[in-house]
T-cell receptor
Framework: NAGVTQTPKFQVLKTGQSMTLQCAQD?????MYWYRQDPGMGLRLIYY???????DKGEVPNGYNVSRLNKREFSLRLESAAPSQTSVYFC????????????FGPGTRLTVL | TQLLEQSPQFLSIQEGENLTVYCNSS?????LQWYRQEPGEGPVLLVT?????EVKKLKRLTFQFGDARKDSSLHITAAQPGDTGLYLC???????????FGPGTRLSVLP
């Protein structure tokens, strides 16, 4: 998975609980992304970070917060989990503005009961 | 909002058959990528096409970008069980910032 690690791999939460999904890269790339993948809907962008210290909303940001404190790590936080947030979450990195490609982590499968 | 559609949604074929899957949009994309995803793993990039009309080959896989850069196709020759997976297309939006993903074609190649 091209130097992108995600933790945890699996998580079960109860409605209202909070948690943070972690993503780390060892490729020194500026751009990092968080997606969710649901059956029949492909991947939808939650948040992205073009560089350390900057973050921007994607297509489906509601209910999530992110943090990019350093170049290597990009975390996704659910403050009060809802069943609608049951999904598989992928972190991705992009080499740079002239590289039209992304490399994905192995994913975190989250179930909210 | 730029959207990508993929067809068919599901495809089940016998080993050795040929197949084509499609990725279509009403919008123009500056580039388009094809990924393959296996169960429990993240998508893995297969190819990027940038120029309208471009054709790229990767062993038994042939990728084509439409002349108007609104659509793309993936053709697999003599499919093998190892080709089984979810094939996703993704386009880089006109601002060159974000990727838009199609819903995918789930391919099953039976031995």
């Amino acid at each position: 998975n091209a130097g992108v690690t995600q933790t945890p791999k699996f998580q079960v939460l109860k409605t209202g609980q909070s948690m943070t999904l972690q993503c780390a890269q060892d490729m020194n790339h500026n751009s990092m992304y968080w997606y969710r993948q649901d059956p029949g809907m492909g991947l939808r962008l939650i948040y992205y970070s073009a560089s350390e210290g900057t973050t921007d909303k994607g297509e489906v940001p509601n209910g999530y917060n992110v943090s990019r404190l350093n170049k290597r790590e990009f975390s996704l936080r659910l403050e009060s989990a809802a069943p609608s947030q049951t999904s598989v979450y992928f972190c991705a990195i992009e080499p740079g503005p002239t590289n039209n490609e992304q490399f994905f982590g192995p994913g975190t499968r989250l179930t909210v009961l | 909002t730029q959207l990508l559609e993929q067809s068919p949604q599901f495809l089940s074929i016998q080993e050795g058959e040929n197949l084509t899957v499609y990725c279509n949009s009403s919008s123009v994309f500056s580039s388009l990528q094809w990924y393959r995803q296996e169960p429990g793993e993240g998508p893995v990039l297969l190819v990027t096409v940038v120029t309208g009309g471009e054709v790229k080959k990767l062993k038994r896989l042939t990728f084509q970008f439409g002349d108007a850069r609104k659509d793309s196709s993936l053709h697999i020759t003599a499919a093998q069980p190892g080709d089984t997976g979810l094939y996703l297309c993704a386009g880089l939006d006109n601002y060159g910032q974000n990727f838009v993903f199609g819903p995918g074609t789930r391919l099953s190649v039976l031995p």
